[in-house]
C-alpha cells in the first residue's frame, strides 16, 4: 500500500466528467501528484476521492490541468448530499428547458424536409431563409450546447478528447457545413447544396433529454446511502446540571448521559445505564425482531427505541459511530472498482482519439469513392460516427451496477468492503466455517462434570483460573459455579496455551485445563477419562481435561447450541453450489457431531489458526476459489488468504475491520445473501457491458455506411444521437432494475 493510503479521504466535487475518458484521465493525473496514495472517481455523482499527503488546492490545480473542474466537499455528508440533490434537480431543470428549445427548432425543421424533401439552396431567396435559420441554429448550439463546445476546447488545450470533443466536432462541422452551402452554394456542386441544421438542433436537443432522463434514473442509485443518512440523528437529548438539553448531536462528547424517548432513534453509541425498553436494530442487522435493552446492553446510533425510556452513557460519537463507519465503508465500495471493468477502463483510455481517426478515414473513404454527392455524404458519415460512438454507456456500465449492488447489499445487512469482494462472491466454489460462533450460538454452557474428588472443588478451581481467559468456553466455567453459589479462586501465573488450554497457580495450586495434547505435553495420565471424553464427544460437546498439582483430576464439558438456522442456511448454500468444510480448534468428535447436524461435507478439526490459513491455500492450491467465514479475529490470517473472507458477528467493531464482506447479523444466510448479490450483480455489470460493447460495435460500421450497399441510405445523425442518449438511459436504467433484487426465499 503507498503511503498515506490509510488516512482520511478529502472528497471533491467535479465538473465536466461525463464517460469513462475523462474518469481515466482525472485519475492518471492525480496518480502523477507527488504525495497522492490513491484516488477515485464515481462517474455515478461526480466526485472524487483522494487519499494521501497532499493538499486539496494541488489536487484542484492537477484536476484543472487535466481540463477539468472541481471544488472540495467542506460541508458535512448529510449536507453535501442535499447540496447534490439541489444541484442535480436544477440541472435536470435546467437540461429540460435547453432540450426543449432545442428541438424545438430542430423538430420543425426536420418535419419540413420529410414533408417537402426541399433542405438545398439554389437561389437567393433559399439563402436568406436558410441563413436565419442558420443563426438560430447557431444560438441553439451557443446556448443549450455551449458546455460541449467549452468542454471540448478545454479537453483540446490539454491535448486531451472526450465525449464532448466528439459532440462538438459532430454538431459543429455539420452547421459549419451548412452554413457553408448558404453563403457560398456555388462553390459546392448542386447535389452537394444540403443543409443539415435540424441535425445540429436536433443532436444537441436529443443529448440534452438523454443526460437529463439519465440524471433522474442515477439518482434513484444512490438510494441506499440516502437511506443510510437518514438513519443519523440530528439532535440528541443530554442530561447536564441535572437538567435535559436538546443539543445538536456533533456536541455530544463521549461520556455524557443522553436520553432517549420511545420513538426517537439512538443518536450515538453507547451503553444502558437505566431502564428497559425494545430497540429495532433492523436498518443495521437486518433481523426484524426488536431487541430488548437493559442496563449495560450496548446501543447502536441509527437504531429506533420502541417503547420505554432509556438513559445511557455515550462511548462512541461522531466519525466513531458504527453507523458512520457502515456509511463510510458502502461509499468506498461503490468508489471501487471491479475487475471486469478493467477491460472497459482499457478501452475507454484511447476510444475516442480511435473514434475521431475513424471518422476521418471514413469520411475521406466516402470523399474518394463514395456516389454523389460525395461531399454531403462524407458530411453525413462523418458526423453519424462521431456522435454515435460516444462512450458514455461504456463509462456508466460498471460503476452503476457496483453503486445499486453495494447499496442493496447494505439494505440487507451484508457490508461489501470493495468491488473485487462483490464480484468474486459470486464465483466461489468452496466455503470454509468456523464453528464456534458461526455454526454455533458462540454462548457454550456446561454440560457435564466429573471429578476425582470433589467436583464442587474442582470446580472451584477451574472457575478460578479461567477467570483471566476471554475465551467463551472460560466464560461458561466461571459462568457454571457462580450458578452453583460457588465464588472461584484466586489465579496467578496464568498462562494461555495456544490451541492446548490453560494453566495457572489457583489459592496455591497448579491447576491445567485443555485438551489431550495438553495433558500429554505437561505427562498427565488422564487414561481413566478418555471413554467418557469420546462418548460425550460424539454427542457433540467439547471436552476439557483438568489436572491439580499435576495429577489427572476429572473431566469438564461444554457445549455450544447450534444456531436456529444453520441447517436450513448450509442447506441454501449448497443450493447454490457451494461446497462446504469446517475448520475448528475443537476436537474432531465435537466438530464431527456437528458436522453430521448440518450436513457439513468435510471436518478439518484441531486446528491452530495458522492451520486454517494452510488448509485455505491447499485448497487453493486445487484451483478452487475459497470464502471462509469467521468471527474476524481468530480467523483472521484464514480470512485473509481466501478469495473472500466473510466477517460474522453482529456487526462488531472488529468484524467491520476483517474480511472483504462483513455480516451484519450472525448468520450463514448473510452468506447466502451475499453469494446471491455477487452473481446478480455481476450478470447486470455483464449486460451493460455487453450492451455498450454492441452498441459502439454496431453503431460505429453503421454510421460509416456498410449498410448502404444494401438500403441506399445513411443513418442520419440525428437518428445517432438519439441513439447515443438512448444508449446511456438504457444502462443507468439496467442498473436499477438491480434495486428488485430480493435474496431467494428461505424455506424448511
Not at 448550439?141 to 455551449?146: A, I
Not at 459511530?321 to 468506498?332: F, N, P, S
Request: glycine share 10%.
Amino acid at each position: 500500500m503507498k503511503e498515506g493510503a490509510g488516512s482520511p479521504a478529502q472528497l471533491f466535487r467535479l465538473r465536466g466528467a461525463s464517460c469513462a475518458g475523462c474518469v481515466n484521465k482525472i485519475e492518471r493525473a492525480l496518480q502523477q501528484v507527488p504525495g497522492v496514495a490513491e484516488a477515485r472517481v464515481n462517474l455515478a455523482d461526480k466526485t472524487l476521492s483522494v487519499r494521501g499527503s497532499v493538499s486539496a488546492d494541488t489536487c484542484i490545480r492537477a484536476i484543472e490541468n487535466a481540463g477539468y473542474g472541481a471544488e472540495l466537499a467542506t460541508v458535512s455528508e448529510r449536507e453535501l448530499r442535499e447540496q447534490q440533490r439541489a444541484a442535480d434537480r436544477a440541472h435536470y431543470r435546467d437540461l429540460l428547458w435547453r432540450s426543449g428549445l432545442a428541438l424545438g427548432l430542430g423538430l420543425p425543421l426536420m418535419i419540413w424536409g420529410l414533408v417537402t424533401g426541399e433542405m438545398s439552396v439554389h437561389s437567393l431567396g433559399q439563402q436568406l431563409a436558410w441563413g436565419l435559420v442558420g443563426l438560430a441554429t447557431l444560438a441553439v448550439l451557443v446556448y443549450c450546447g455551449g458546455h460541449y463546445f467549452t468542454g471540448a476546447w478545454k479537453a483540446f488545450r490539454h491535448h486531451n478528447a472526450s465525449m464532448d470533443t466528439l459532440i462538438a466536432l459532430g454538431t459543429g462541422t455539420a452547421w459549419a457545413f451548412s452554413s457553408l452551402v448558404v453563403v457560398a452554394p456555388q462553390l459546392l456542386p448542386e447535389v452537394a447544396r444540403h443543409v443539415y441544421f435540424e441535425a445540429s438542433a436536433m443532436i444537441i436537443g436529443l443529448i440534452n433529454l438523454g443526460q437529463a432522463l439519465e440524471l433522474r434514473a442515477r439518482g434513484k442509485t444512490s438510494a441506499a446511502v440516502e437511506k443510510l443518512l437518514s438513519l443519523q440523528e440530528t439532535k440528541a437529548r443530554v442530561l447536564r446540571d441535572g437538567e435535559e438539553l436538546d443539543v445538536p448531536v456533533d456536541a455530544v462528547q463521549p461520556g455524557d448521559r443522553l436520553r432517549v424517548r420511545p420513538g426517537e432513534k439512538i443518536p450515538v453509541d453507547g451503553r444502558v445505564v437505566e431502564g428497559d425498553s425494545l430497540v429495532d436494530e433492523s436498518m443495521l442487522s437486518g433481523e426484524p425482531l426488536p431487541v430488548r435493552k437493559t442496563a449495560g446492553d450496548a446501543l447502536s446510533a441509527g437504531t429506533l427505541n420502541k417503547n420505554g425510556s432509556l438513559l445511557f452513557v455515550a462511548e462512541k460519537v461522531g466519525a466513531e459511530t458504527r453507523l458512520a463507519q457502515i456509511i463510510e465503508m458502502v461509499k468506498r465500495a461503490q468508489n471501487s472498482r471491479v475487475p471486469i471493468a478493467r477491460l472497459a477502463d482499457r478501452i475507454a483510455a484511447v476510444f475516442v482519439p480511435v473514434v475521431m481517426i475513424v471518422a476521418v478515414l471514413a469520411a475521406l473513404a466516402w470523399f474518394n469513392w463514395g456516389p454523389e454527392p460525395k461531399v454531403a455524404h462524407m458530411l453525413v458519415v462523418a458526423t453519424a460516427v462521431l456522435i454515435i460512438a460516444c462512450p458514455c454507456a461504456l463509462g456508466l456500465a460498471t460503476p452503476m451496477s457496483v453503486m445499486v449492488g453495494v447499496g442493496l447489499g447494505a439494505e440487507h445487512g451484508v457490508l461489501v468492503r470493495n468491488g473485487k469482494a462483490l464480484q468474486q462472491a459470486g464465483k466461489l466454489n468452496v466455503l470454509v466455517v468456523d464453528k464456534t460462533g458461526t455454526l454455533t450460538e458462540g454462548a457454550p454452557r456446561v454440560t457435564d462434570l466429573q471429578a476425582d474428588g470433589d467436583e464442587r472443588e474442582l470446580l472451584r478451581l477451574l472457575a478460578g483460573l479461567e477467570q483471566a481467559s476471554e475465551h467463551p468456553l472460560a466464560a461458561a466455567i466461571v459462568a457454571a459455579a457462580r450458578e452453583r453459589g460457588i465464588n472461584p479462586g484466586e489465579v496467578q501465573d496464568f498462562e494461555s496455551i495456544t490451541a492446548h488450554g490453560v494453566s495457572g497457580t489457583v489459592d496455591g495450586r497448579a491447576v491445567l485445563l485443555g485438551n489431550g495434547k495438553l495433558m500429554q505435553r505437561k505427562n498427565i495420565d488422564i487414561d481413566r477419562w478418555r471413554e467418557t471424553a469420546e462418548t460425550l464427544a460424539a454427542q457433540g460437546r467439547t471436552v476439557m481435561f483438568a489436572a491439580v498439582d499435576g495429577e489427572a483430576a476429572g473431566l469438564i464439558a461444554v457445549a455450544d447450541p447450534l444456531r436456529e438456522d444453520a441447517k436450513l442456511a448450509i442447506q441454501r448454500l449448497k443450493k447454490l453450489g457451494l461446497e462446504i468444510q469446517m475448520l475448528t480448534g475443537d476436537n474432531r468428535a465435537a466438530a464431527e457431531a456437528v458436522a453430521a447436524q448440518l450436513g457439513i461435507d468435510r471436518v478439518y478439526a484441531d486446528l491452530l489458526p495458522e492451520d486454517k490459513a494452510r488448509i485455505v491455500g491447499d485448497l487453493q492450491a486445487d484451483r478452487r476459489l475459497v470464502g471462509m467465514v469467521g468471527d474476524g479475529i481468530n480467523d483472521a490470517p484464514a480470512l485473509a488468504r481466501a478469495e473472500v473472507g466473510f466477517a460474522i458477528g453482529a456487526g462488531t467493531d472488529v468484524a467491520i475491520e476483517t474480511g472483504d464482506i462483513t455480516l451484519m447479523r450472525s448468520s450463514l444466510h448473510g452468506v447466502a445473501d451475499a453469494i446471491e448479490l455477487s452473481r446478480a450483480t455481476l450478470r447486470n455489470i455483464k449486460q451493460n457491458l455487453f450492451g455498450a460493447f454492441i452498441y459502439n460495435t454496431l453503431g460505429i460500421p453503421i454510421a460509416a455506411g456498410v449498410l448502404y450497399p444494401l438500403t441506399g441510405s445513411l443513418l442520419s445523425p440525428v437518428i445517432a444521437g438519439g441513439a447515443m442518449a438512448l444508449s446511456s438511459l438504457t444502462v443507468v436504467s439496467n442498473a436499477n432494475r438491480l434495486r428488485l433484487f430480493k435474496p431467494s426465499e428461505v424455506t424448511v
